[in-house]
């Protein structure tokens, strides 16, 4: 039997593709939008119309598996509010640095692509906006971050009611399951949806987008870099009484295999070890590593801002402050929500540009390179969850 091909390779070589028979198709725009970019809208509808689904069950789900934090109380409290500070870092050290290499990102000069930004609300109606005043309409609209409130209220509910809930759990998590599914047949077809949206945005753009993905992959990357070594070292430095040389030797080997394996799961066994090895209690690192694989994606936060600020220039829009700052919620809600799901990132990065109003379209620019963003997303994220088993270990040491 032949090896099938990785999906993240698929997706490149699909992109590949895309970007030759866009040049190849240059004279012949119309052609490209008229005829191959139909089947990547009908692509981008699917993914669309999973996210909801996805971010409603899998947030309640993941709340409802915390009952064990009543447990862990103190050890709980302390993991998620420093998984939840480091996420709301990493995305505004994203936004600060696609702000910076905004100057060399492209405006993409096509009919189709040209947006006009909704003018945005003030901070006060953000913030009032969070919370749904209805059951129904969060859903139809898909506004995220509504949503993201409405499956944590109803997740902390159920473990309130206690075992009456008990069939609930269950549905809950079966439809969790099912949809799950369901993300992964609709990312098998990413690889045509790819080719036919990066087709006719080469064809009407000529080689103008190219040179643009070398430039939002090394923002990227060199936030990644900054966060690594500025919220970790003094992270560790600070609460967790480690040098910070000692504590990135430690990590040396997990880091490694995320970026070859770009899975946070994958790697739970080797970060295991490695804190063990540098004193991290072992209790603790047995609770802190799996919520964090779950839960904790500073790299993939970094990755939002980057690439929310890269769309938006591409389409022309200037993000507001409002706008920027409803980034950073949606991301860091985001990120507990759509742990786990294969191709996480660019499901993120749907809720977040639909949160301020971006085209979804956007995303087919950066989901050709998603694998070579992931690599290195997948490093920071498995970091962030050993500097924070490093820092509960001493904080509760500590305490006792």
Same mark, same amino acid.
């Given at each position: 039997m032949?090896?099938?091909l990785p999906?993240?390779i ?7 593709l895309?970007?030759i028979a866009g040049?190849l198709l240059?004279g012949h725009a119309?052609?490209a939008?008229?005829? &191959?970019?139909p089947?990547?809208? &009908?692509?981008?509808?699917?993914v669309k ?6 971010v409603?069950f899998s947030i309640m789900?993941g ?13 709980g409290i302390?993991t ?5 500070c480091t996420?709301a ?5 994203g936004?600060?640095g ?5 100057g ?6 096509t009919s189709?692509?040209t947006?006009e ?11 009032i906006?969070?919370?749904p005043s ?12 509504q949503?993201?409130?409405m ?6 509910? &159920?473990i309130?009611?206690?075992?009456e809930?008990a #069939?609930?759990v269950?549905? &809950?998590n079966?439809?969790n ?10 990312l ?5 949806g790819?080719f036919?949206l990066?087709c006719p945005v080469?064809?009407?753009?000529g080689s103008?987008?190219l040179g643009s993905?070398a430039m939002?992959?090394?923002?990227a990357y060199i ?8 919220v ?15 504590f990135f030797?430690?990590q040396?080997?997990a880091?490694?295999f995320?970026?070859?394996s770009a899975?946070?799961v994958g790697t ?6 490695g804190?063990e ?9 047995s609770f802190v590593?799996?919520l964090?694989?779950?839960i ?8 939002q ?6 769309i938006?220039s591409c389409?022309g829009?200037?993000?507001t ?6 980034i ?8 507990i929500?759509?742990?786990?799901? #294969?191709g996480a990132?660019m499901v993120?990065?749907?809720m977040v ?5 971006? #085209? ?5 620019l950066v989901?050709g ?8 997303r997948t490093?920071v ?7 924070c088993?490093l ?6 040491k500590?305490?006792?």
């Amino acid at each position: 039997m032949k090896k099938k091909l990785p999906l993240a390779i698929q997706i490149f070589i699909a992109l590949v593709l895309g970007i030759i028979a866009g040049l190849l198709l240059q004279g012949h725009a119309d052609f490209a939008e008229n005829y &191959i970019k139909p089947f990547g809208t &009908i692509f981008l509808n699917l993914v669309k119309f999973i996210v909801v689904p996805i971010v409603l069950f899998s947030i309640m789900s993941g709340v409802i598996s915390m009952q064990d934090i009543r447990k862990v109380g103190s050890i709980g409290i302390k993991t998620i509010i420093y998984y939840l500070c480091t996420t709301a870092v990493a995305i505004v050290i994203g936004l600060v640095g696609g702000n910076v290499f905004k100057g060399f990102f492209p405006v993409l000069q096509t009919s189709e692509l040209t947006y006009e930004a909704s003018s945005s609300a003030p901070i006060m109606d953000t913030i009032i906006n969070i919370f749904p005043s209805n059951f129904i309409m969060p859903l139809s609209e898909a506004t995220m971050l509504q949503v993201i409130v409405m499956a944590i209220l109803i997740g902390f509910a &159920i473990i309130l009611v206690g075992d009456e809930a008990a #069939p609930a759990v269950k549905g &809950i998590n079966s439809f969790n399951a099912v949809f799950m599914k369901c993300m992964e047949m609709i990312l098998k077809l990413s690889p045509i949806g790819v080719f036919c949206l990066i087709c006719p945005v080469v064809a009407t753009n000529g080689s103008a987008v190219l040179g643009s993905l070398a430039m939002v992959l090394l923002a990227a990357y060199i936030c990644y870099f900054l966060h690594m070594v500025i919220v970790y070292s003094i992270a560790v430095r600070t609460m967790g009484g480690m040098s910070p040389v000692k504590f990135f030797k430690g990590q040396l080997p997990a880091m490694i295999f995320a970026f070859s394996s770009a899975s946070s799961v994958g790697t739970l066994p080797i970060n295991m070890k490695g804190c063990e090895k540098m004193g991290a209690d072992k209790e603790i690192t047995s609770f802190v590593l799996p919520l964090g694989a779950t839960i904790n994606m500073d790299g993939t936060a970094i990755y939002q801002g980057v690439c929310a600020i890269f769309i938006a220039s591409c389409y022309g829009v200037q993000l507001t402050f409002p706008q920027m700052i409803t980034i950073v919620l949606t991301a860091t809600l985001a990120s507990i929500g759509t742990a786990g799901v #294969p191709g996480a990132g660019m499901v993120m990065l749907a809720m977040v540009l639909t949160s301020v109003g971006l #085209p979804v379209d956007g995303i087919a620019l950066v989901a050709g390179i998603d694998r070579i963003f992931d690599m290195g997303r997948t490093v920071v994220n498995i970091t962030g969850d050993a500097s924070c088993s490093l820092v509960v270990s001493n904080l509760e040491k500590k305490k006792g």
